[in-house]
């Protein structure tokens, strides 16, 4: 089966700074990733995703993921953090030996801002 | 356009009581999911519709959860004899098709509280 492992339940950066979150999926087979937003009793949000094209994704909001296969690993980084991005980011794999996709979520990384 | 609407979006029952939760997918979406976010147990999958049939059940936490969808739109979580443990926020995702890597989209969700 799938997994994800977010390594951090939480990241505190500054306005201004690079945000960091980092994700290790493990996966029998080339994956498909995603990255999701939860605002505060809102909605997820998907930020962006990676399908087996291009290793670096570029999402919405200003933030990229790049896809190591080496590594296993599908970090979420911005090179410069905006009050507004004080959320929680969920790390998602595909599961598709089911038969239909299954997400299957990390546990998730609260992002605090401080000005 | 209109997203993915989910009513209630809150939810007080006590103890023992059946509740039923609905879902609107986006126009069009054939796919439609249901998730369960709770504080033990993060988001997990319960069960997945292709058009109105469930080929995997297997997600739903007991007999006491069950789901239909009609007419290839909207959906009904049920869930019967209500305990405390399944006190979460139930939610609610459709997608254009079951592909892998297809963006899922979600609702924001049905806080239910069980007393």
């Known amino acids: 089966a799938q997994s994800v492992t977010q390594l951090d339940s939480h990241v505190s950066v500054s306005e201004g700074t690079p945000v960091l979150l980092r994700c290790n999926y493990s996966?029998?087979?080339?994956?498909?990733l995603f990255w999701y937003v939860q605002h505060p009793n809102k909605g997820l949000q998907l930020l962006l995703k990676?399908?087996?094209?291009?290793?670096l994704v570029k999402g919405i909001n200003g933030f990229e993921a790049e896809f190591k296969k080496s590594e296993t690993s599908f970090h979420l980084t911005k090179p410069s953090a905006h009050m507004s991005d004080a959320a929680e980011y969920f790390c998602?794999?595909?599961?598709?030996?089911?038969?239909?996709?299954?997400?299957?979520f990390g546990t998730g990384t609260r992002l605090l801002v401080s000005p | 356009g209109a997203g993915v609407s989910q009513s209630p979006s809150n939810k007080v029952t006590e103890k023992g009581k059946d509740v039923e939760l609905r879902c609107d997918p986006i126009?069009?979406?054939?796919?439609l999911y249901w998730y369960r976010q709770s504080l033990g147990q993060g988001l997990e999958f319960l069960i997945y519709?292709?058009?109105?049939?469930?080929?995997?059940k297997s997600g739903l936490p007991s007999d006491r959860f069950s789901a239909e969808r009609t007419g290839g739109s909207v959906s009904t979580l049920t869930i019967q004899r209500t305990q405390q443990e399944d006190s979460a926020v139930y939610l609610c995702?459709?997608?254009?098709?079951?592909?892998?890597?297809?963006?899922?989209?979600f609702g924001p969700g049905t806080r239910l509280t069980v007393l």
């Open positions: 996966s029998s087979y080339s994956p498909s």
């Open positions: 990676y399908t087996s094209a291009a290793t």
């Open positions: 519709f292709q058009g109105n049939s469930a080929p995997d």
């Open positions: 998602v794999v595909s599961e598709m030996n089911t038969g239909f996709q299954k997400l299957v």
């Open positions: 995702a459709s997608s254009f098709r079951d592909w892998a890597g297809n963006e899922q989209f």
């Open positions: 126009s069009g979406h054939t796919a």
